[in-house]
């Protein structure tokens, strides 16, 4: 590989702290090192003397901020977004599980660069990734993540019992499957594809397919994604399918599903008692809100879930939710929660426009275990960061963004983005977008 000199990235640095803090640096410098390691962040006057040989890249008149985490969506669904009107139960078998039975590699092979430019072009560095069932299109899908260089955790979808028959595994062949695919991807590119055993949820999984999810992602430190208590009609299937069982979350402690590589996906209805379980084994939710009130299926008590000291980030839910853009789930996490404080009674005051973007990047990122990694702009961390051009949310071409507080350019960047503000999307230092060159790949979104 070509090793580039050191790179000081001169912008407005907006760097997550934590839920209700930010760092800034209006004029910011981030040094980054040959291997795409952050040497440095702060004051670009002060990061110019620190690395006086390094290569400038000026970005002075625009934002700098980590790469987006989308930490629930599924590939093969992108081409089957925004088909409204259905709830989960009919929507899988209607509009889902059709597109899903079309991923064959060879539909993979056309979807999958379509799927990584368009998270690229979002800003999303790093997605957990769901595929269909079949292995050979899951081993497309990571060598088109190899190839856009984008950071991925991606897992074939196994279901061995109440799904269509041309999705239907037997139990120890989706097992083989999923453990040849993490033997083969699991830590792959350096670290940044990783495999997630991914039982699409209860209803679609016997006893012995969790259990054996719940053996192999121990023995190879592999991460389990999931569905969790996103309907009121799937909840009461599992309620039918597991009587012994007081919650849908005890269903997954029982098989041994839930610990701190696990992600789950919606959560939406869950009690005090699934919440307590769920924070003592440290599991870990993926907060979807386009796709939550894309579907009717309920308001996620983010706040509470919050204050239960579980670890969130946020998921587009493609095809549930209909776009991959993390500005859309952002504020839609925000109308969400002022929708939820208008009709209960819920403390905490408002997601603020900085929980949010938290919740995208360095949430997220500890979401997934990787906050020591990625998800804030820290000395150590490796370089997941876009370019954000400000002058693209100023609703007027006189306005001079540089004067506006850095609360309100948040909010604008949250209630106004899309992927016309991204300017540059970097995975580990390797510039993966650049908007300029690739302005066709937009349009194919
Ligand atoms: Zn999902």
Redesign the pocket.
């Known amino acids: 590989m070509h090793l580039q000199p050191v790179r000081l990235f001169r912008g407005y640095i907006v760097n997550p702290a934590a839920e209700d803090r930010y760092a800034l640096y209006t004029d910011g410098g981030l040094a980054v090192d040959a291997n795409g390691i952050i040497l440095d962040v702060g004051a670009y006057h002060e990061m110019r003397r620190q690395h006086p040989g390094a290569a400038i890249i000026d970005c002075s008149d625009r934002l700098i901020l980590p790469g987006f985490i989308d930490t629930?969506t599924?590939l093969p669904q992108f081409g089957a977004v925004a088909l409204y009107g259905k709830e989960l139960p009919e929507w899988l078998n209607e509009h889902i599980f059709p597109a899903e039975r079309q991923f064959t590699p060879e539909a993979a092979d056309t979807q999958c660069p379509i799927f990584f430019h368009s998270l690229l072009a979002f800003g999303v560095t790093t997605a957990a990734i769901?595929c269909a069932v079949r292995k050979d299109s899951t081993h497309v899908a990571f060598q088109w993540a190899e190839r856009t260089g984008i950071r991925a955790i991606i897992g074939k979808v196994m279901m061995d019992r109440n799904a269509p028959d041309f999705l239907l595994e037997n139990t120890s062949d989706s097992l083989r499957a999923g453990e040849e695919l993490c033997r083969e991807w699991h830590g792959a590119a350096n670290g940044r594809l990783l495999y997630a055993f991914t039982p699409r949820f209860a209803p679609t999984c016997s006893r012995a397919l969790m259990k054996g999810v719940s053996d192999l992602a121990g023995r190879y430190g592999a991460y389990i994604q999931t569905?969790l208590a996103e309907n009121r009609a799937e909840i009461q299937w599992v309620r039918d399918l597991f009587p012994e069982m007081r919650s849908y979350t005890e269903v997954y402690f029982g098989v041994g599903l839930l610990g701190p590589k696990t992600l789950l996906?919606h959560a939406i209805h869950v009690g005090a008692d699934e919440r307590r379980l769920l924070a003592e084994t440290q599991s870990c939710l993926s907060h979807?809100p386009t796709?939550n009130l894309f579907l009717k299926s309920g308001l996620m008590p983010l706040r509470e879930l919050m204050n239960s000291r579980l670890r969130i980030g946020l998921g587009s839910?493609v095809g549930?939710g209909p776009t991959l853009s993390p500005f859309e789930v952002m504020r839609s996490a925000i109308y969400t929660h002022t929708a939820r404080r208008m009709l209960h009674d819920v403390d905490g005051g408002d997601i603020s426009p900085a929980t949010a973007l938290y919740l995208a990047t360095l949430g997220g990122a500890a979401a997934l275990g990787l906050d020591n990694k990625i998800g804030s702009l820290v000395r150590g961390k490796e370089a997941d960061f876009v370019v954000v051009n400000p002058r693209r949310l100023s609703p007027l071409p006189t306005d001079k963004w540089m004067d506006l507080s850095s609360d309100t350019l948040l909010s604008r960047m949250i209630f106004l983005g899309d992927d016309r503000v991204v300017e540059q999307t970097y995975v580990r230092g390797a510039l993966c977008h650049d908007r300029h060159s690739n302005e066709n790949i937009g349009r194919q979104r």
Request: net charge negative; hydrophobic share 10%; proline share 0%.
């Open positions: 629930h599924h769901y569905h996906a979807c796709s839910d549930g």
